[in-house]
């Protein structure tokens, strides 16, 4: 099994209530059960709650209760992505992230960071 790079681009989620009941909210929002993945932009978003301050299927650090979306932005050795495009996924991300925490009582982190799989 080889292991390779991924970029990530990401939003935390930051409840300022209960941080379950807003993960389930949003999901019901969004339209979707837990095992699915959340379209924004036209790109599939994997979501987690964070338990602690690691999920280590992902290898993703927040703070325990946070929404955690990603999508990746590259998957393995010599791939890249166009500025522009990582500017476009970034502001269609934005704009759901806002709109969601208008709605569901929130602040977000837009990042962008990287595992190996």
């Not at 909210?25 to 599939?44: C, T």
């Not at 998957?75 to 502001?91: M, S």
Request: net charge negative.
């Amino acid at each position: 099994m080889g292991v390779h790079p991924n970029t990530m681009l990401m939003v935390h989620l930051k409840p300022d209530g209960l941080a379950h009941k807003t993960y389930r909210d949003i999901l019901a929002a969004s339209g979707v059960k837990d095992g699915d993945d959340i379209d924004i932009g036209g790109q599939s978003y994997h979501h987690r709650i964070m338990e602690g301050d690691y999920e280590d299927g992902f290898q993703v650090s927040g703070d325990d209760g946070d929404i955690v979306l990603l999508t990746f932005a590259t998957y393995g050795y010599g791939e890249r992505i166009a500025w522009a495009d990582l500017v476009r996924r970034t502001a269609d991300l934005t704009a759901w992230a806002q709109a969601t925490c208008d709605r569901f009582a929130c602040t977000y982190i837009i990042s962008v960071g990287a595992n190996y799989w």
